[in-house]
C-alpha cells in the first residue's frame, strides 16, 4: 500500500484567514484527488490532477500536484464556515483502481 | 438512482452474528468499491468489483470478510462471525469505469459490533 500522509492533521481557523493543507507520499502517483466529508456524509470529490505540476483553481480552492507527482497541496484563500470539514487526498496508481486515501485534515472554521 | 445507496444506515449486531451490508450503485456504473472508514480517518479499500467479476480483494482483513455482485450491479458485503474490531463506517463507492477516475460514495452503514 502506497502511504498518503496529510499535514497538518487538525487546523482550526478564523473566518476570513487562508490555510494551506499538505498530502505527501514517497511513490509516484498517476492521479491525485481532494475529497472534502462532511460529518455523516460520504467523501464528495473536489478535484483530480494527473500532470506533474499541474495547478487547478476551484473559486477560493487552489490544487497543486508536485512535478515528481509524489506530493499535492490544498491551499484554501479567505477562509468560510462553510468550508468546515475533513479534507482527504487520495491517490491512484497506474496498475489500480482502487483509492489510497491518506487520514485526512480535520478543518474548522469559526465565525 | 441519482446517488449510491446503502443499507441499512445503521447496524447494531451481536458479537459473532453474521451482517450483510447492501449497497447500490449509481444506475449504469460498471465499477463498484468497497471501503472501511475509521472515525476521522480516510476510508480504507476493502474490495472492487468491474461489472460482476470481483478484480481485487486484497484489502479484506482476513477469510471472515466476503463481497458479491452477482449481477453486476446491487453488491453485498457480509461479514460471518462478526467481532468488536469489525465496528466501523462501511463505504461503497461507484464509477462510471474501471479507472481511479471519480468515484461517487455513498452515505455509509454504520456497524457497531457489542
Known amino acids: 500500500t502506497q502511504l498518503l500522509e496529510q499535514s497538518p492533521q487538525f487546523l482550526s481557523i478564523q473566518e476570513g484567514e487562508n490555510l494551506t493543507v499538505y498530502c505527501n507520499s514517497s511513490?509516484?502517483?498517476?492521479?491525485l484527488q481532494w475529497y472534502r466529508q462532511e460529518p455523516g456524509e460520504g467523501p464528495v470529490l473536489l478535484v483530480t490532477?494527473?500532470?506533474?505540476?499541474e495547478v487547478k483553481k476551484l473559486k477560493r480552492l487552489t490544487f497543486q500536484f508536485g512535478d515528481a507527482r509524489k506530493d499535492s497541496s490544498l491551499h484554501i484563500t479567505a477562509a468560510q464556515t462553510g468550508d468546515t470539514g475533513l479534507y482527504l487526498c487520495?491517490?491512484?496508481?497506474?496498475?489500480?483502481?482502487?483509492?489510497?486515501f491518506g487520514k485526512g485534515t480535520s478543518l474548522l472554521v469559526t465565525p | 438512482g441519482a446517488g449510491v445507496s446503502q443499507s441499512p444506515r445503521y447496524k447494531v449486531t451481536k458479537r459473532g452474528q453474521d451482517v450483510a451490508l447492501r449497497c447500490d450503485p449509481i444506475?449504469?456504473?460498471?465499477?463498484l468499491y468497497w471501503y472501511r472508514q475509521a472515525l476521522g480517518q480516510g476510508p480504507e479499500f476493502l474490495t472492487y468489483?468491474?461489472?460482476?467479476?470481483?478484480?481485487?480483494k486484497s484489502g479484506l482483513p482476513n477469510d471472515r470478510f466476503s463481497a458479491e455482485r452477482p449481477e453486476g450491479s446491487i453488491s453485498t458485503l457480509t461479514i460471518q462471525r462478526t467481532e468488536q474490531r469489525d465496528s466501523a463506517m462501511y463505504r461503497c463507492?461507484?464509477?462510471?469505469?474501471?479507472?481511479?477516475?471519480?468515484?461517487?460514495f455513498g452515505p455509509g452503514t454504520r456497524l457497531l459490533v457489542l
Open positions: 463507492a461507484s464509477s462510471s469505469s474501471g479507472g481511479v477516475l471519480t468515484q461517487y
Open positions: 511513490s509516484v502517483f498517476s492521479s
Open positions: 490532477v494527473v500532470t506533474g505540476g
Open positions: 487520495a491517490g491512484g496508481t497506474d496498475s489500480g483502481y482502487a483509492l489510497n
Open positions: 444506475s449504469g456504473h460498471v465499477s
Open positions: 468489483f468491474n461489472y460482476e467479476a470481483q478484480q481485487d
